[in-house]
């Protein structure tokens, strides 16, 4: 019988250590939702919430650039002020670089910061249309597919129709 040696861990490569996982940012709007089962993936640094197949928020807490933390609701500009009248202090986003994005965030910085993004959890329970996108839906002003190839278009189209006759 081979016997084995015990390593301290301070004596590993650091390289070879398990990353630890960051925590994640404003949880208890995953908190809030959790009946929905959503689920997350990281994007862009941050961490994008979906509910089914729709990513409804994304949560950020970048030290570093602290200008769009918060919660950033997927919405689009047809509904930007029907939601300003519930969220008086949601804005566009500045990192994505125009003066208008249909992202829309919910600032940490606001004095109602925790009853906003609860608020919008309330509106994502309730199924509200104003929150939540398909991703990859984007569409050009001519109706065609904006940045995908007719394959990429074709493969979306494949995955439509499955959906479709699993439900």
Known sequence: MIKRKHVHPEALDASLLPKQRKLIPH??????????????????????????????????????????NGVWLATTQEHHQSLRREFPNMRSIRVLG????????????ATDFESAALRACELVLAGDARIGKLPGARTSKSGKAAGRSPKQIKTSKKRETDRNRSQ
């Open 27 to 68: 949880a208890f709007v995953l908190d809030a939702i959790s009946t929905l089962s959503p689920y997350t993936r990281p994007m862009f640094g941050c961490l994008a919430i979906y509910v089914k197949d729709k990513i409804v928020l994304i949560l950020r807490d970048k030290p570093k650039s602290t200008a769009d």
């Open 98 to 109: 125009k003066r208008v994005t249909g992202w829309q965030v919910l600032p940490v910085d």
